[in-house]
């Protein structure tokens, strides 16, 4: 099978290549926001 014709969605390789990525992004803005902010990621949401 060509990878062109692969399914992008579900739980298949290149959807969850892509899903750990954001992750991983998400977690580092996450801290860089921190140490910018001085305030905790729960307390710029508003939860802490």
Partial sequence: M???NQPRFGFV???ET????M???G????LGT???TG??????IGIG
Avoid: K
């Fill in 2 to 4: 060509n990878e062109d």
């Fill in 13 to 15: 390789n290149f959807a």
């Fill in 18 to 21: 892509w899903n750990g990525r």
């Fill in 23 to 25: 992750a991983m992004m």
């Fill in 27 to 30: 977690i580092l803005i996450g």
């Fill in 34 to 36: 921190e140490l910018i």
């Fill in 39 to 44: 305030q905790s990621i729960l307390r710029q």
